[in-house]
């Protein structure tokens, strides 16, 4: 699936006609294309702040918001890379605590393209190349790297010398490119291991964590895994993260979920396993209640969307498109629905194992309603629907988000707690058709 964006600036919107016109369409891995992109424009992935190196099939955007949300409590200015974009092709590059701003993203997809052009280079290796020209341009004290698909040969794969490097949860997702078993997938999340350079995990099953360690060993990483060199445990109302002679204690983070605990410890321990930056445990405290990551179980606030749900009704939108991403949701729909009716307006792309997912959701939800996501090759609302009914619960079709909504305001006006979730697309059009985008 292709990425694509519009931008209400005509000058950036002309050179993404011009990434869309010479893009192959298509996500492509290797390092070739962006290695020689990159030599073009002066290498400026050799001239980046120190770097926080993030992989993982679930988790690493949250891990990378609490990271960030830590090194700003510091005191320290911060440059972030992270995808897809929900509403703005801006939100993919933070630099020193901003979006990139319209006239600087302009300039430099023009300078970028231009050296693009018989490169045959995907919409993300120039997105790559676009970002690391800002971050070395702009000072900062670090930059937090968000990997795009895998690790091994993904295109932030060329940074030779992160200061530390972490991976979040593991699942399967992308097989075509990644493998279809999680060995196969931990293989390439562990390929962003570096000589000399901590490789900071998560706790997972033997096999996995013999093929991490395997993988890092022949990269000449050292490992620091969940478990082994660090643990977290979370309690009803903190998160408590320990290490060799360190421990603190934060408060359970803001985002929503048990997994998301995990996820600001496992950026505990990347910032605890580097040697670059000092992070005071105040601000690691801060992280769990400053850091925001939205369509990740976000409950939205007043807007159009909302508006045209009964009174006192709760919407949320998370962007859950995969069997582990859901398993978080179900669990903290379960503790939100407190008794009231729940309802999931659910869209996925074609790629996507829409039985999973609605498998471990529906028993969390009362009904569904299923709709399209614009733009892009998915699944069929009759055909979502149909999954949906086979699980036992009712089901409807929708054209759209507003039209789900209303629907559920003709059919009761009881106060609802509905969930819009299944693709990251389709919450970039939810953010903006309640007035929400990221900023």
Same mark, same amino acid.
């Given at each position: 699936?292709?990425? &694509? *964006?519009?931008? /209400?600036?005509?000058?950036?919107?002309?050179? %993404?006609?011009?990434?869309?016109?010479?893009?192959?369409?298509?996500?492509?891995?290797?390092?070739?294309?962006?290695?020689?992109?990159?030599?073009?424009?002066?290498?400026?992935?050799?001239?980046?702040?120190?770097?926080?190196?993030?992989?993982?099939?679930?988790?690493? @955007?949250?891990?990378?918001?609490?990271?960030?949300?830590?090194?700003?409590?510091?005191?320290?200015?911060?440059?972030?890379?992270?995808?897809? &974009?929900?509403?703005?092709?801006?939100?993919?590059?933070? +630099?020193? @605590?901003?979006?990139?701003?319209?006239?600087?993203?302009?300039?430099?997809?023009?300078? !970028?393209?231009?050296? #693009?052009?018989?490169?045959?280079?995907?919409?993300?290796?120039?997105?790559?190349?676009?970002?690391?020209?800002?971050?070395?341009?702009?000072? $900062?004290?670090?930059?937090?790297?968000?990997?795009?698909?895998?690790?091994?040969?993904?295109?932030?794969?060329?940074?030779?010398?992160?200061?530390?490097?972490?991976?979040?949860?593991?699942?399967?997702?992308?097989?075509?490119?990644?493998?279809?078993?999680?060995?196969?997938?931990?293989?390439?999340? =562990?390929?962003?291991?570096?000589?000399?350079?901590?490789?900071?995990?998560?706790?997972?099953?033997?096999?996995?964590?013999?093929?991490?360690?395997?993988?890092?060993?022949?990269? @000449?990483?050292?490992?620091? =895994?969940?478990?082994?060199?660090?643990?977290?445990?979370?309690?009803?109302?903190?998160?408590?993260?320990?290490?060799?002679?360190?421990?603190?204690?934060?408060?359970?983070?803001?985002?929503?979920? #048990?997994?998301?605990?995990?996820?600001?410890?496992?950026?505990?321990?990347?910032?605890?396993?580097?040697?670059?930056?000092?992070?005071?445990?105040?601000?690691?405290?801060?992280?769990?209640?400053?850091? &925001?990551?939205?369509?990740?179980?976000?409950?939205?606030?007043?807007?159009?969307?909302?508006?045209? %749900?009964?009174?006192?009704?709760?919407?949320?939108?998370?962007?859950?498109?995969?069997?582990?991403? $859901?398993?978080?949701?179900?669990?903290? +729909?379960?503790?939100?629905?407190? @008794?009231?009716? !729940?309802?999931?307006?659910?869209?996925? %792309?074609?790629?996507?194992?829409?039985? *999973?997912?609605?498998?471990?959701? /529906?028993?969390?939800?009362? &009904?569904?309603?299923?709709?399209?996501?614009?733009?892009?090759?998915?699944?069929?609302?009759?055909?979502?629907?149909?999954? =949906?009914?086979?699980?036992?619960?009712?089901?409807?079709?929708?054209?759209?988000?507003?039209?789900?909504?209303?629907?559920?305001?003709?059919?009761?006006?009881?106060?609802?707690?509905? %969930?819009?979730?299944?693709?990251?697309?389709?919450?970039?059009?939810?953010?903006? *058709?309640?007035?929400?985008?990221?900023?």
């Amino acid at each position: 699936m292709p990425d &694509h *964006a519009v931008s /209400s600036s005509p000058a950036v919107q002309a050179q %993404l006609d011009r990434l869309t016109a010479l893009s192959p369409g298509a996500d492509i891995l290797g390092l070739e294309r962006i290695t020689a992109l990159l030599s073009r424009l002066g290498d400026p992935h050799l001239s980046l702040p120190p770097v926080f190196h993030v992989a993982g099939t679930n988790g690493k @955007g949250s891990t990378c918001a609490f990271l960030r949300a830590a090194i700003e409590a510091s005191g320290h200015s911060v440059h972030v890379y992270s995808s897809p &974009h929900l509403v703005r092709f801006n939100e993919r590059i933070r +630099l020193a @605590g901003s979006l990139i701003d319209d006239v600087l993203l302009a300039a430099l997809l023009e300078e !970028v393209l231009d050296q #693009a052009a018989d490169l045959q280079a995907s919409f993300f290796e120039v997105t790559t190349a676009v970002a690391f020209l800002a971050f070395a341009r702009i000072p $900062a004290a670090a930059t937090i790297v968000e990997v795009g698909l895998g690790g091994r040969l993904d295109a932030t794969n060329v940074i030779p010398n992160p200061i530390v490097t972490g991976i979040a949860a593991l699942g399967i997702d992308h097989q075509s490119f990644l493998g279809d078993t999680l060995l196969e997938i931990a293989g390439e999340k =562990a390929g962003i291991a570096k000589r000399g350079v901590p490789l900071v995990t998560m706790d997972y099953p033997a096999a996995l964590r013999a093929k991490i360690a395997a993988v890092a060993d022949s990269a @000449g990483a050292p490992v620091f =895994a969940r478990g082994l060199a660090w643990t977290s445990a979370t309690a009803r109302s903190s998160v408590r993260y320990e290490d060799d002679g360190f421990s603190v204690v934060t408060h359970r983070p803001r985002l929503v979920g #048990a997994h998301q605990s995990r996820n600001l410890a496992l950026a505990i321990a990347m910032l605890r396993h580097q040697g670059v930056l000092h992070i005071p445990e105040a601000a690691m405290r801060a992280a769990a209640d400053w850091a &925001h990551w939205p369509a990740r179980m976000q409950r939205l606030s007043a807007g159009p969307l909302l508006a045209r %749900l009964p009174d006192g009704s709760e919407l949320w939108l998370d962007g859950a498109h995969n069997p582990n991403a $859901a398993q978080p949701v179900a669990r903290a +729909l379960r503790t939100l629905a407190q @008794g009231r009716p !729940v309802t999931l307006v659910l869209g996925m %792309l074609a790629n996507k194992d829409a039985e *999973a997912v609605i498998r471990i959701l /529906s028993p969390s939800v009362g &009904h569904v309603i299923a709709i399209p996501v614009p733009g892009h090759a998915h699944h069929t609302p009759e055909s979502l629907a149909t999954i =949906a009914r086979s699980f036992g619960r009712t089901a409807e079709t929708a054209a759209s988000p507003t039209e789900a909504l209303a629907n559920i305001s003709r059919q009761s006006a009881a106060p609802h707690l509905v %969930l819009i979730a299944g693709s990251l697309y389709l919450a970039g059009e939810v953010l903006a *058709a309640n007035d929400q985008p990221p900023d």
